[in-house]
């Protein structure tokens, strides 16, 4: 009984649909152009700090990655976090520390 109900209201939705359309269709013929619809929209989030960055590099190279940090005593992510520092430095920007201490002194 309840699938009869839903295929009857499903029919008379399209039915009024159709019928809509075509009354649409008319009114914007006749009648003045409408006023822009107003979209609301969810206010942004604010971003997590640090943020997360991904890196693609070979398993290879991954494992090798883990080799240095076990020698180390360290985790890979250090690694990575020392090669992000090296090509700031590389190219004049700082250490993520100094770039960090600038962003949180203009911030405040």
Same mark, same amino acid.
């Given at each position: 009984? &309840?699938?009869?109900? %839903?295929?009857?209201?499903?029919?008379?939705?399209?039915?009024?649909? @159709?019928? =809509?359309?075509? =009354?649409?269709? &008319?009114?914007?013929? *006749?009648? @003045?152009?409408? +006023?822009?619809?107003?979209?609301?929209?969810?206010?942004?989030?604010?971003? &997590?700090?640090? %943020?997360?960055? =991904?890196? $693609?590099? =070979? +398993?290879?190279? $991954?494992?090798?990655?883990?080799?240095?940090?076990?020698?180390?005593?360290?985790?890979?992510? *250090?690694?990575? #976090?020392?090669? !992000?520092?090296?090509? %700031?430095?590389?190219?004049?920007?700082?250490?993520? +520390?100094? #770039?960090?201490?600038? $962003?949180?002194? !203009?911030?405040?």
């Amino acid at each position: 009984m &309840a699938k009869r109900q %839903l295929l009857e209201f499903a029919l008379q939705r399209d039915n009024a649909t @159709a019928l =809509s359309r075509d =009354s649409a269709t &008319a009114l914007q013929r *006749d009648s @003045a152009p409408a +006023e822009p619809a107003v979209i609301h929209r969810k206010p942004a989030k604010a971003r &997590a700090y640090p %943020l997360h960055v =991904s890196i $693609y590099i =070979s +398993e290879p190279v $991954y494992r090798e990655i883990k080799r240095v940090a076990l020698d180390l005593n360290c985790k890979p992510h *250090d690694l990575l #976090i020392e090669g !992000v520092n090296l090509m %700031l430095e590389r190219h004049g920007r700082g250490r993520i +520390e100094e #770039i960090d201490a600038r $962003y949180n002194a !203009v911030a405040q």
